[in-house]
């Protein structure tokens, strides 16, 4: 069975840091791509980075670069995301995904989804 389990979130003051990850099922970790989501309230679910299993080739959204970075361990067990110089506009639901296909950043290329971890950042 697919899990995909977040954790890491929680409430940081603007210029803060913090660091997501997210414990993939052995059947997840052979997906193409993993990715990082976030959603906040009222608004899409958006594509913040993504990361190809097979070669380590991070892709970001452009609000983000410079900022975030998209690990995943040698095991390719776990995914991370450093998120530095926080500002409160990443204040959002932050998801795990799995899939494949492009654009990178488009929800409907993943077919699994962790339940999210919450990441406020106060001004």
């Known amino acids: 069975q697919v899990q995909l389990l977040e954790s890491g979130g929680g409430t940081v003051q603007a210029g803060g840091s913090l660091r997501l990850s997210c414990a993939a099922s052995?059947?997840?970790?052979?997906?193409?791509?993993m990715a990082w989501f976030r959603q906040a309230p009222g608004k899409e679910r958006e594509g913040v980075a993504a990361?190809?299993?097979?070669?380590?080739?991070?892709y970001y959204a452009d609000s983000v670069k410079g900022r975030f970075t998209i690990s995943q361990d040698n095991a390719g067990n776990t995914l991370y995301l450093q998120m530095y110089f926080l500002k409160p506009e990443d204040t959002a639901m932050y998801y795990c995904?799995?899939?494949?296909?492009?654009?990178?950043?488009?929800?409907?290329?993943?077919?699994?989804w962790g339940q999210g971890t919450q990441v406020t950042v106060s001004s």
């Open positions: 995904a799995s899939g494949g296909g492009w654009p990178w950043s488009s929800p409907s290329q993943y077919n699994y």
């Open positions: 052995a059947y997840t970790v052979k997906s193409p791509r």
């Open positions: 990361i190809s299993t097979a070669t380590g080739t991070a």
